[in-house]
């Protein structure tokens, strides 16, 4: 493996948040990939290609490609570190932004004793949500023009949209890493490593915390069930309970936090960088 890399001629960004499905999207993406390529794992925006990548094509010293992967950051402070990244020199970088609905992803996160941020800055896990639902849709513009977003309900059951995701990315397509389940974050939240991608049932998992009380939290912002209705689904069972759980004055503080938080982190990081 080279010790420095100095020239990616393609970079591919994945930005998910834990329990997304981000590792099951990458597999499938990296057999697409024609010629050598690198990839690095849950790595730090300033310095991705710092260590040996999990995964490479070739003897790793020509790949001109690579796919870099990054979990529960808050997007703000992200963009504003991946704009001063200056090694190595990326060509052409493709950002993808991976989602999953809310209640099946925040489900897998209770069982794999992910009920926080990865990373804290500045967000709690339903203002960060809040906060991806947002680029997911547009609404704002952190990642950048060119966005690739992928709904990871829609990727797993449909083929024709695996297909225009493909297209998208400039890859050939290709099913063949659709059921590879990897060791990362230790396989599935509830099946480990023991069923193959697509046979396992994630649609189902939020009703293991129909009753749970922190569950039921994540769902007082009305925006958040409002853009579910509208991408995935509400499910039937927590129809009434959701209604009753959403709270105004949970929706007005997650849109200040959402908002200012992250500029007053980032402002601070920016004014420790510079004194220290």
Same mark, same amino acid.
């Given at each position: 493996?080279?010790?420095?890399?100095?020239?990616?001629?393609?970079?591919?960004?994945?930005?998910?948040?834990?329990?997304?499905?981000?590792?099951?999207?990458?597999?499938?993406?990296?057999?697409?990939?024609?010629?050598?390529?690198?990839?690095?794992?849950?790595?730090?925006?300033?310095?991705?290609?710092?260590? *040996?990548?999990?995964?490479?094509? +070739?003897? !790793? %010293? =020509?790949?001109?490609?690579?796919? $870099?992967?990054?979990?529960?950051? &808050?997007?703000?402070?992200?963009?504003?570190?991946?704009?001063?990244?200056?090694?190595?020199?990326?060509?052409?970088?493709?950002?993808?932004?991976?989602?999953?609905?809310?209640?099946?992803?925040?489900?897998?996160?209770?069982?794999?004793?992910?009920?926080?941020?990865?990373?804290?800055?500045?967000?709690?896990?339903?203002?960060?949500?809040?906060?991806?639902?947002?680029?997911?849709?547009?609404?704002?513009?952190?990642?950048?023009?060119?966005?690739?977003?992928?709904?990871?309900?829609?990727?797993?059951?449909?083929?024709?949209?695996?297909?225009?995701?493909?297209?998208?990315?400039?890859?050939?397509?290709?099913?063949?890493?659709? *059921?590879?389940?990897?060791?990362? +974050?230790? !396989? %599935? =939240?509830?099946?480990?490593?023991? $069923?193959?991608?697509?046979?396992? &049932?994630?649609?189902?998992?939020?009703?293991?915390?129909?009753?749970?009380?922190?569950?039921?939290?994540?769902?007082?912002?009305?925006?958040?069930?409002?853009?579910?209705?509208?991408?995935?689904?509400?499910?039937?069972?927590?129809?009434?309970?959701?209604?009753?759980?959403?709270?105004?004055?949970?929706?007005?503080?997650?849109?200040?936090?959402?908002?200012?938080?992250?500029?007053?982190?980032?402002?601070?990081?920016?004014?420790?960088?510079?004194?220290?």
């Amino acid at each position: 493996m080279p010790k420095e890399i100095n020239n990616i001629d393609r970079e591919f960004m994945v930005i998910g948040l834990r329990r997304t499905g981000n590792h099951a999207i990458i597999n499938w993406i990296l057999p697409q990939i024609q010629g050598d390529f690198l990839y690095y794992n849950d790595v730090w925006p300033n310095d991705p290609y710092k260590g *040996n990548p999990k995964q490479f094509r +070739g003897d !790793g %010293s =020509s790949a001109k490609v690579s796919l $870099i992967s990054f979990e529960d950051y &808050n997007l703000r402070i992200f963009k504003r570190i991946i704009k001063g990244r200056k090694h190595p020199i990326v060509k052409k970088r493709v950002s993808i932004l991976i989602l999953r609905d809310p209640f099946n992803w925040y489900a897998s996160r209770l069982k794999s004793n992910m009920s926080n941020p990865a990373h804290y800055l500045g967000l709690n896990l339903r203002q960060l949500y809040l906060q991806y639902l947002r680029e997911y849709q547009g609404d704002t513009n952190l990642l950048g023009d060119g966005l690739v977003t992928i709904s990871f309900n829609r990727w797993k059951s449909d083929l024709a949209y695996r297909q225009v995701i493909s297209e998208r990315l400039g890859l050939e397509f290709t099913d063949d890493g659709l *059921n590879k389940v990897t060791g990362e +974050g230790g !396989g %599935s =939240s509830f099946d480990g490593m023991k $069923i193959k991608g697509q046979e396992l &049932n994630t649609e189902t998992r939020y009703r293991h915390y129909l009753k749970n009380a922190k569950f039921l939290a994540l769902f007082s912002n009305l925006e958040i069930i409002n853009f579910s209705k509208r991408e995935f689904f509400v499910p039937s069972e927590l129809q009434n309970e959701l209604s009753r759980n959403s709270k105004l004055s949970i929706k007005f503080l997650d849109n200040i936090v959402v908002r200012f938080v992250p500029r007053i982190t980032t402002f601070l990081r920016s004014l420790y960088l510079k004194l220290r």
